[in-house]
């Protein structure tokens, strides 16, 4: 059964810092990976979508990167704002389910 | 532009009182989902439809159900709600089944159980 973790559940940083975001998955037979952001009382939000066969995407200022044989996925955040501020979640594809971990709680201090 | 929308975004119901979900999408996709999410839990997954196929989820209890009569429209019914069905429900659609379909979420219905 696929397990998806998140590394730390809360984080808080400075307006400003680069920042990455950790995400592990315990069976590497996945099709893809995705990063969702989630404001608070709200629903998802895609932000990238990683193929298997691919290492890395970006979108502005964030990078996601994929390494299938450690089971990890990182998530990189340039220049951090405070609109930044939400719940990031990554989620893996195994067969066509997606199977969701816990997520981090980002907090950007202005 | 909505694209995935749930109605309505906050639904308060009593303990044992049957209550419907509501999604509907403009997007014309064949796939329809529904997740739960509990306060700081991931996302779970119900049960999705493609197109008329309604597919469970093994731990899916019976006290939840789906309809979707048209490609636009989705609901959940839970029969008779209990206080550990407090959370918040999204609905989610896909262009198709696929390891490389894309999910759109909608904002999401909070569910509150008296």
């Known amino acids: 059964k696929q397990e998806v973790t998140q590394i730390p559940a809360a984080l808080s940083v400075p307006e400003g810092e680069n920042l990455v975001l950790n995400c592990s998955f315990t069976d590497s037979a996945i099709y893809n990976l995705q990063w969702f952001r989630q404001d608070p009382g709200k629903g998802l939000t895609s932000l990238l979508l990683?193929?298997?066969?691919?290492r890395e995407q970006t979108s502005g200022r964030l990078n996601a990167s994929l390494d299938k044989s450690s089971g990890r996925s990182t998530l990189y955040i340039a220049a951090s704002q405070p609109g930044d501020s939400a719940t990031y979640l990554c989620?893996?594809?195994?067969?066509?389910?997606?199977?969701f971990g816990q997520g981090t709680r980002l907090t950007i201090n202005p | 532009d909505a694209m995935v929308i749930q109605n309505p975004r906050y639904q308060v119901t009593q303990f044992g009182k049957p209550v419907t979900l509501s999604c509907s999408q403009t997007?014309?996709?064949?796939?329809m989902y529904w997740y739960q999410q509990k306060s700081s839990q991931a996302p779970k997954l119900l049960f999705h439809y493609y197109d008329k196929d309604f597919n469970n989820e093994a731990d899916t209890p019976d006290n939840f159900q789906s309809r979707r009569p048209n490609t636009s429209f989705c609901f959940l019914d839970i029969r008779s709600p209990g206080l550990g069905d407090a959370a918040m429900y999204l609905c989610?659609?896909?262009?198709?089944?696929?390891?490389?379909?894309?999910?759109?979420f909608g904002p999401g219905t909070r569910l509150l159980v008296l």
């Open positions: 997007l014309n996709h064949n796939v």
């Open positions: 989620a893996v594809i195994g067969a066509q389910k997606l199977v």
């Open positions: 990683i193929q298997s066969s691919q």
């Open positions: 989610a659609t896909s262009r198709d089944l696929g390891a490389s379909e894309t999910q759109y």
